[in-house]
């Protein structure tokens, strides 16, 4: 179980938006930066989002990223086939003294 | 460009060690720390540690204490994650990821080497 809680899936049908969310707790998000990363089938992670709502270069504006007191969401417009992924949250807590990631959120492209 | 490549597959017995290594290129080794992840398989991603490939000092997460250690070789910019004491449930993929800005831990990573596969089986 990972501190960090995020819907096991979503789904929505291309050219929609979706949103995916991150919640925690004082330690972890509602204290430190929240980044988001994506994991094609197969691959390594990819940097999609940092410091809660910066992009990486290279990273389309489809993706942006928000947090609120203890929670995070990524948001995907435009939705791709390709963008069908698994999404994990990350942050620090700092009970834990230890990065953390969230359980991964599933995207289904309809 | 920055590249981490990672070392091959690994096949272990329950009790035995693995020592996993991640060679870096395209970026200055010492001035980055570098991170470890686990992934199980279908399962969610899990930090391990980080090395301050600067300064050689190291955090480890609790889950791992004791049984992992992180070290490098700045002559050859490679990163080195060894883990004892291997069980069943150790079968995972293993990334070394490196941290976004210099000098500091950020917890956020930009570049990830393409992960080794460590199956633990008697």
């Known amino acids: 179980q990972s501190v960090l809680t995020q819907p096991p899936s979503v789904s929505a049908a291309p050219g929609q938006k979706v949103t995916i969310s991150c919640s925690g707790s004082s330690s972890n998000i509602g204290n430190n930066y929240v980044s988001w990363y994506q994991q094609l089938p197969g691959t390594a992670p990819k940097l999609l989002i940092f410091e809660n709502n910066k992009r990486p270069s290279g990273i389309p504006d489809r993706f942006s990223g928000s947090k609120s007191g203890t929670s995070a969401t990524l948001g995907i417009t435009g939705l791709q086939t390709g963008d069908e992924a698994d999404y994990y949250c990350?942050?620090?807590?700092?009970?834990?003294?230890?990065?953390?990631f969230g359980g991964g959120t599933k995207l289904t492209v309809l | 460009q920055v590249q981490l490549v990672q070392s091959g597959a690994e096949v272990k017995k329950p009790g035995a060690s693995v020592k996993i290594s991640c060679k870096a290129s395209?970026?200055?080794?010492?001035?980055?720390?570098m991170h470890w992840v686990r992934q199980a398989p279908g399962q969610r991603l899990e930090w391990m540690g980080w090395l301050n490939a600067g300064d050689g000092n190291t955090k480890y997460s609790q889950n791992f204490q004791g049984r992992v250690t992180i070290t490098r070789d700045t002559s050859a910019s490679t990163a080195y994650m060894e883990l004892s004491s291997l069980r069943s449930e150790d079968t995972a993929v293993f990334y070394c990821?490196?941290?976004?800005?210099?000098?500091?831990?950020?917890?956020?990573?930009?570049?990830w080497g393409q992960g080794t596969l460590v199956t633990v089986s008697s």
């Open positions: 990350e942050t620090w807590d700092g009970s834990l003294s230890a990065g953390v």
């Open positions: 395209g970026y200055t080794f010492s001035s980055y720390a």
């Open positions: 990821a490196r941290d976004r800005l210099p000098k500091r831990i950020t917890y956020s990573h930009d570049y």
